[in-house]
C-alpha cells in the first residue's frame, strides 16, 4: 500500500530559482529589465558592454539619478522597488518596473554587482549582491558597500550568468546568436526612447556594435537601427486622441510599397512605453499592409499608443512582454483604417525593381544546353591569374564597329526606299506601283512645323506626335508578359546581351555567326528576331508608332488577299475573302485602337488598309509579306477569346516583321544578271542586323527557353589553339 507523499514547503533557495528562471530566460531578458531601470531613474546616456553573449559578462552603465545608499541593502530582495505602494498604483503606473523582481531574480542565478552615485554623494558605493543579499566582495570583508570612485550614475555589472542553473545554459543558443538578441533588444529600445543615446559593443573590441545619440530623430534612430533601406521609405503614422477609448496617442512609421523585402522583420510595439507583443495587432496590421505590397512581400512597423494607465493591465506576464487593454478590438480597427487611409494616398505612385528569376528545377537536356553558354573563365577569380593568349577575348561587345560610323556615298535601297511591294505574282501589277509612306511615331516632344511629305515615289517621312503613353492594365497582356517571365533563360540572355555580331552565314536559312566570350555560336536570327518582335509588342502594346500609306496609295484589303488566294501554292481556306474582310470591319476599332492597323470602310465592299504598327525605329517590315500577313491575320487568330486573340495578332505582328529569306549570291554565276541585285540584297540585311537589330536584341531580348535550340557553339578559343597551336 503506497503512502502519499507529505506537502511541503519549498525551499527559499528554490523558489528563488524557480521565479528567477521565469523572468530572466536568456541575457537579453536580463538587459532589457535593467535598460528599463535606467530609463526610469532619466539617464540620457546608456552603455553596454557584453562579453560572450552576456553569458560571461553583462554590463551597463548610465548617468541616472543613482540609488540611495540606504537603499543598497535592500535593492535584491525580492518585491522591493521605488514605484509603487500599494496595488491600485497600477491602475496609473508609468514606469516600465514595478515589481522589484529584476534585480532580485539576477541575484540568485549570477554574481551581481552595482556601483552608484548620486549627485548629492561626494562617491560612488559599490554593492555586491548574492540570493538576494549583501555579501562582501572579497573575503573576509564587511559587507557593506564600499566606496569608490564613479560618476553620476549606476553601474550594474552581471558575470556568470545562470552559472548555478545548468540546464538553463546549455539550452542557451551560440554566443553570436544571443549577442544579436541583446542588440535586437537595445535597437528597439533605441528606436522609441527619446532623448536617450544607445551604445553597445563587445568586450574587447575597439568598434561599437551599436551606437544611437540622444538627440536623433525617430526616423533618423531607424536608420542607424535598422539600415537606411527602410529608413527612406517611412510614412509616418498619426492618430488623434480617442478619448472613448482612453486613447491619448497613437504614432508611429511604417514602410510605404515601394519598400521591397521578402525578409519578415518583427513588428516594434510599445503600449504605454513598454516594449510588447501583440498578436491580435500583427496580424491586422499585416493583414492590412499586404493588400498594398507585392506578393510575399513585408513590412517595417513601428507603432507606439498611449493608452489610460486605468484601461492597461501590465501584469500579464512574468517577463511583461504582453498587456492586455480594454476596447482592444475597437482600437485595432481604428488604427488598420488610419494605416489604409495613408496607404491609400500613395499607392497610385510605386516604383518596382527587377526581380532576379528564381532557379527552378531543371532536366539534364537543359544542363547540357546552357553549358555552351557558360563563360570560360570565373567573372571575379579568386586570385589573380596569369592570362592565358588562348582565353583572351580580343573583341569589346560594348564597343561599336568603325563600319557603324561610315556613312555611304549613295543611299542604299534600304535607306532610298524604306518600304516597297514586291510581286507576290508575277501577272499581278497593282503591288509593282511605288508607295509613297509616312512613318509617324508617338513621342512627348510636339514638333513645331508638321514635315511636309514629299510627292516623290518611295519617300520616307518622319514626324512624331505628341500623345501621352498609355497605362496598360488588360489582365490578358499583364498575363502575357507574365508568362515571357517565367520563361526566361538568365545564361542565353547573357548570352545575347554580351554578343559580337559577326554575320550573316546563309541568309536562306537566316542564319548568322555571333561571338560571345571565346566562343563562336551559330543563331536563327529568324527565331530570335521573332521573340523580340513579340515582346516589343507585349511591352509597347497599344502605344505602337504608325507607318501610314499615302492617301493616293492605300492598299486595298481585297487585292492585298488575292494575292495569297490566287496564289500556285495556296491551299484550300476555311474562309472566303468576303469573310476576312467582315472579320477586319468588325474589328477595325480595337485593331485601330491597340496595334494602329487603320482600316477605312468608307466602302465596305472594298475597305482600304491605311496603316500598320511600327514596331522598332530605322526598321520597316518587308512589305511584301503584307498579304501573307493580313490573310493569316483573319485566318489563323482566334478573335472569340480575348486572350488568345491579343497573343495571336502579336504573333503574327512578330512574324510579318522577320526579315525575309533570299538565295546566297554565291550560288549564282558572276554573269547572271540577278547577282548584283542579290549582292545588294544580302549588304542591306547585313547593315540592319548589325546596326539596328542585333543592338536592339542586347538591350532588349529576354531570352526565352526555347530558343536554347537556336542557339549552336561552332568553335571556341580554346578548341582552336589545341588545333592551330597559335591565336
Excluded at 538576494?132 to 556568470?160: C, F, H
Excluded at 513585408?298 to 493608452?307: D, E, T, W
Excluded at 484550300?572 to 468588325?586: A, L, T
Amino acid at each position: 500500500m503506497s503512502v502519499p507523499g507529505r506537502i511541503k514547503p519549498l525551499d527559499v533557495s528554490v523558489v528563488n530559482k524557480i521565479a528567477a528562471g521565469e523572468i530572466i530566460i536568456a541575457p537579453a531578458n536580463a538587459l532589457k529589465e535593467m535598460m528599463e531601470n535606467s530609463i526610469d531613474a532619466k539617464a540620457t546616456s546608456i552603455e553596454i558592454l557584453v562579453k560572450e553573449g552576456g553569458m560571461k559578462l553583462l554590463q551597463i552603465t548610465d548617468n541616472g539619478s543613482g540609488i540611495q545608499k540606504e537603499d543598497l541593502s535592500i535593492l535584491c530582495e525580492r518585491f522591493t522597488t521605488s514605484k509603487l505602494t500599494n496595488y491600485e498604483d497600477l491602475n496609473s503606473i508609468a514606469t516600465y518596473g514595478f515589481r522589484g523582481e529584476a534585480l532580485a531574480s539576477i541575484s540568485h542565478i549570477a554574481h551581481l554587482s552595482v556601483t552608484t552615485k548620486t549627485e548629492s554623494d561626494s562617491c560612488a558605493w559599490k554593492a555586491t549582491y548574492s540570493n538576494g543579499e549583501l555579501v562582501p566582495s572579497k573575503p573576509n570583508e564587511s559587507n557593506d558597500p564600499k566606496p569608490v570612485a564613479g560618476r553620476k550614475g549606476t553601474q550594474i555589472t552581471v558575470e556568470d550568468l545562470f552559472y548555478n542553473v545548468p540546464s538553463r545554459l546549455r539550452a542557451l543558443k551560440s554566443s553570436s546568436d544571443e549577442f544579436c538578441k541583446i542588440l535586437d533588444v537595445i535597437g528597439r529600445y533605441a528606436v522609441h526612447t527619446e532623448g536617450v543615446g544607445f551604445s553597445c559593443k563587445k568586450f574587447g573590441d575597439a568598434h561599437y556594435s551599436l551606437t544611437t545619440r540622444s538627440n536623433l530623430s525617430i526616423k533618423e534612430r531607424i536608420r542607424t537601427v535598422f539600415g537606411s533601406n527602410i529608413a527612406n521609405e517611412l510614412i509616418p503614422i498619426e492618430m488623434d486622441p480617442i478619448e472613448e477609448y482612453g486613447v491619448m496617442k497613437i504614432s508611429g512609421q511604417i514602410t510605404n510599397p515601394n519598400y521591397n523585402n521578402k525578409k519578415s522583420v518583427q513588428p516594434v510595439f510599445f503600449i504605454n512605453n513598454r516594449l510588447v507583443s501583440n498578436d491580435p495587432l500583427k496580424r491586422a496590421l499585416t493583414s492590412t499592409i499586404n493588400h498594398f505590397l507585392p506578393k510575399g512581400h513585408k513590412s517595417f512597423i513601428y507603432l507606439s499608443l498611449m493608452i489610460s494607465p486605468q484601461n492597461v493591465d501590465v501584469n500579464v506576464h512574468p517577463t511583461k512582454r504582453e498587456v492586455r487593454f480594454l476596447y482592444e478590438d475597437e482600437i485595432i480597427d481604428k488604427i488598420c483604417m488610419s494605416v489604409q487611409e495613408q496607404f491609400s494616398k500613395i499607392d497610385s505612385s510605386r516604383s518596382f525593381p527587377t526581380q532576379s528569376f528564381l532557379p527552378t528545377k531543371r532536366s539534364r537536356q537543359e544542363d547540357e544546353n546552357d553549358d555552351q553558354f557558360k563563360p570560360s573563365q570565373p567573372i571575379i577569380p579568386s586570385q589573380k591569374v596569369k592570362r592565358l593568349d588562348y582565353k583572351l577575348v580580343r573583341t569589346d561587345a560594348s564597343q561599336a564597329k568603325i563600319t557603324t560610323f561610315m556613312s555611304q556615298s549613295q543611299p542604299s535601297r534600304a535607306e532610298s526606299q524604306l518600304e516597297r511591294h514586291e510581286d507576290i505574282d508575277d501577272d499581278d501589277t497593282t503591288m509593282n506601283q511605288s508607295t509613297n509612306i509616312t512613318i509617324i511615331e508617338d513621342g512627348t516632344q510636339p514638333q513645331a512645323k508638321s514635315t511636309q511629305l514629299q510627292s516623290q515615289p518611295n519617300q520616307q517621312a518622319f514626324k512624331f506626335v505628341p500623345k501621352e503613353r498609355i497605362e496598360v492594365n488588360l489582365q490578358s497582356i499583364l498575363d502575357l508578359r507574365e508568362n515571357v517571365e517565367k520563361n526566361v533563360n538568365n545564361k542565353l540572355t547573357e548570352v545575347f546581351a554580351n554578343l559580337l555580331y559577326i554575320g550573316i552565314v546563309d541568309s536562306k536559312r537566316r542564319l548568322a555567326a555571333i561571338q560571345y566570350d571565346v566562343k563562336l555560336m551559330l543563331v536563327d536570327y529568324a527565331s530570335v528576331l521573332n521573340e523580340l518582335f513579340y515582346q516589343i509588342g507585349l511591352s509597347d502594346f497599344s502605344n505602337f508608332g504608325t507607318i501610314y500609306f499615302e492617301d493616293d496609295h492605300l492598299l486595298p484589303l481585297r487585292e492585298l488577299l488575292n494575292h495569297v488566294f490566287q496564289h500556285p501554292n495556296f491551299k484550300d481556306s476555311d474562309k472566303s475573302i468576303d469573310e476576312v474582310i467582315e472579320v477586319f470591319i468588325n474589328m477595325s476599332d480595337m485593331l485601330l485602337e491597340y496595334f494602329s492597323i487603320e482600316i477605312t470602310d468608307t466602302d465596305t465592299s472594298d475597305p482600304k488598309l491605311k496603316s500598320i504598327p511600327l514596331l522598332l525605329k530605322n526598321y520597316t517590315p518587308p512589305l511584301n509579306k503584307l498579304p501573307l500577313f493580313l490573310y493569316r491575320l483573319g485566318t489563323k487568330v482566334s478573335w472569340e477569346d480575348e486572350k488568345l486573340c491579343l497573343d495571336g495578332i502579336l504573333k503574327q505582328l512578330a512574324l510579318f516583321y522577320i526579315p525575309e529569306s533570299f538565295e546566297c549570291s554565291e550560288i549564282l554565276k558572276d554573269d547572271d544578271p540577278e547577282k548584283p541585285a542579290l549582292i545588294n540584297k544580302h549588304q542591306e540585311l547585313n547593315d540592319s542586323l548589325e546596326n539596328v537589330l542585333m543592338p536592339i536584341i542586347k538591350k532588349k531580348l529576354l531570352a526565352t527557353k526555347n530558343l536554347t535550340k537556336d542557339v549552336v557553339e561552332i568553335a571556341n578559343l580554346p578548341g582552336l589553339y589545341r588545333v592551330f597551336e597559335r591565336c
